[in-house]
C-alpha cells in the first residue's frame, strides 16, 4: 500500500508549492466541523497528511461563488465513489451485508470526537457503497 504524502517544491520563480496524495483508508479521519456563526470547514486526515477545507474568508459572508465550488467538490467526491462502487461490484467483491446494520457497525468502528475547543461536530462520513453516515455530536 502507498502511504498519504505530501511534497513542497518550488518553482523557476521560487514561489513554494505544495502536493498531496491522500491515499483513504478505514483508518481516514474524515468530518465536517459546523459552527453556528462561522462557515463550516471540511477536514481529511490520513497520518502524515491532514488537510482542511473551508470558504476564502472565514469572518465573511458565504458567497455563491463559495456555494458553486463546494457544488463541483461535491460532484466529483460523487464520480469517485460511483467508479469505486462499480469497481467493487464488477470484482465481485461487494458484501451482501451492506444495510443499516452494517452503517450501524460503521459508526461503531469510526468514532468521532468533539472539535477542539468543545465545538459541536456534525460529520458526514462515506458508509459502505455510497451510503451516508451522518452524526451531530
Known amino acids: 500500500m502507498t502511504p498519504s504524502m505530501a511534497y513542497v517544491w518550488f518553482g ?7 502536493q498531496a496524495h491522500l491515499r483513504l483508508t478505514g483508518r481516514t479521519r474524515i468530518q465536517c466541523c459546523t459552527y ?15 488537510v482542511t477545507l473551508t470558504v ?3 469572518d465573511e459572508e458565504v458567497t ?13 467526491v460523487n464520480a469517485y465513489v460511483a467508479d469505486l462502487e462499480q469497481r467493487v461490484k464488477a470484482a ?13 457497525r460503521f459508526m461503531r ?7 477542539p475547543g468543545g465545538q459541536a461536530v456534525r460529520a458526514s462520513i462515506p458508509g459502505p ?9
Open 12 to 18: 523557476p520563480d521560487g514561489a513554494p508549492g505544495v
Open 129 to 137: 457503497f455510497g451510503t451516508r453516515i451522518s452524526r451531530r455530536l
Open 36 to 50: 453556528p456563526d462561522a462557515p463550516a470547514i471540511l477536514a481529511i486526515d490520513d497520518a502524515p497528511v491532514s
Open 92 to 104: 465481485g467483491v461487494m458484501p451482501a451485508d451492506h444495510g443499516p446494520e452494517a452503517m450501524r
Open 64 to 76: 455563491a461563488d463559495d456555494v458553486a465550488t463546494a457544488r463541483r467538490l461535491a460532484e466529483a
Open 56 to 58: 476564502p474568508g472565514r
Open 109 to 115: 468502528e469510526h468514532p468521532l470526537s468533539a472539535a
